[in-house]
């Protein structure tokens, strides 16, 4: 499968002939190389529902028929604006025919924000765990560390981990480090920095944190083949 980075948090990945888009931020996402009308995903999942990473879901679930994927307090929240939805939740995994799908705990908050002012509950935010061919993705979402990102890794030996490290919302880049120790992730690639000045970070910084040397700055629009 192919995984490429398109800025803040956005991964596409490619598996089994489809398009599976996480975290599809790109209307507003200044760092980006995707454009709204180019992506045509298969599949849209989702960490949590900040605007940040539900982003262009509704509109591109709409256009593609894509199937969208999140909790289950998300996923009845976007289910009532007409998209297709699974429901899923922390812990649990589901084999699609793309690939695998496992929910893990994440430690943020996860709310969708109405223009009339009114916050909406969307549940525990989570990490995506994504399974085919053998290997396994991890995208950590937003989230502080926790110390079950061991147990994580050693449940689902993970190939590929995308660990946010902007600070400020989520980790930073010492913790970040530190979760990439305890994932034991082959490679670690950064993500959710630069979008806006709050997360303002030198990603090959990062890299040189990480005990291991196995990190990866991607710049959008960059894939590693796994
Ligand atoms: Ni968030
Ligand atoms: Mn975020």
């Known amino acids: 499968m192919k995984i490429s980075y398109h800025g803040h948090s956005v991964v596409q990945i490619n598996s ?26 298969d599949v849209i999942i989702l960490s949590h529902g900040h605007g940040d990473h ?7 679930a709409k256009k593609h028929n894509a199937l969208v994927i999140a909790n289950a307090e998300l996923s009845e929240f976007l289910s009532w604006q007409g998209v297709n939805t699974h429901a899923m939740h922390i812990g649990g995994a589901y084999q699609f025919d793309f690939g695998k799908v496992k929910l893990t705990q994440a430690f943020h908050g996860s709310s969708y924000t109405l223009e009339n002012k009114q916050i909406v509950y969307c549940g525990m935010p989570a990490g995506v765990l994504f399974m085919n061919e053998g290997k396994t993705v991890y995208h950590a979402g937003d989230t502080g ?3 079950d990102m061991k147990l994580i890794g050693e449940r689902h030996p993970i190939d590929l981990a995308f660990l946010p490290i902007g600070d400020n919302f989520t980790m930073g880049p010492e913790d970040a480090a530190y979760a990439a ?10 993500i959710h920095y630069n979008t806006f000045p709050p ?17 990866r700055v991607l710049n959008p629009g960059e894939a590693i083949e796994l």
Do not use: R
């Open 16 to 41: 089994n002939g489809k398009t599976i888009i996480i975290d599809p931020f790109i209307s507003g996402n200044s760092l980006t190389d995707l454009k709204v009308e180019d992506v045509k995903p």
């Open 54 to 60: 539900v982003g262009d879901t509704v509109q591109l």
């Open 145 to 147: 560390l926790f110390s």
């Open 181 to 190: 120790k305890l994932l034991n992730a082959k490679t670690v690639v950064p």
């Open 199 to 215: 997360i303002k970070q030198d990603p090959y910084q990062f890299i040189e944190m990480l005990d291991s040397k196995n990190g």
